[in-house]
C-alpha cells in the first residue's frame, strides 16, 4: 500500500525542486510518471529536465512516443502510465485517485503554495485521498528546509 506526500511550494519553483524529488525517485530504483494539466507545460518542463546539469541528468522522454514503455520518467498529461512505473508526481492540479496511491510506491503532488487556487486544489486532493484512507503527509519548505507539517 502506498503513500501520497505533498510538496507545499513557496520558496522554490517547480522547475528546481521536481528534479531533486526525481533524482531521489530515481536513487530508489522507481520509475517515474510525471502528469500535469498542459501539454505546453509538459514540453516546458522537458526542456527544463534536458538542460539540467549534465553531472543530474535524468533520463526522460514525453508521452506519446514509441519508447514510452521504456522511459525511466515519462511526461504526460493523460493517466499513461505505460512505463509501469513505481511512483506518479502530479504537477499543476493533475489528478490522482485512492485506487492508483494504493497501487504504487508512492504519489507526490506538487503545488505552488503562491497560488491560492493551486493551494484550495492541494486541500481539496488531500481531503479526498485521506478521506479515502490513502496514508498521506504534508511537506513544506516554509522554513527554508522541508518540513513534515502533517500525517494522516
Known sequence: MGA???YHLTR???EYTLPVLLDKARQAGWKIVVRGTDPARMDWLDEKLWLGPDDGFLPHG???GPHDAAQPILL???PDVSND???VMAVDGAQVGPDEVN????VCILFDGNDEQAVQHARGQWK???GAGCSAQYWSEEAGRWEKK???
Open 12 to 14: 522554490q519553483p517547480l
Open 4 to 6: 501520497v506526500y505533498f
Open 103 to 106: 497501487a504504487l510506491e508512492r
Open 62 to 64: 514525453l508521452a506519446g
Open 150 to 152: 502533517a500525517e494522516a
Open 76 to 78: 504526460t498529461t493523460g
Open 128 to 130: 479526498a485521498l485521506t
Open 85 to 87: 512505473p513505481a511512483c
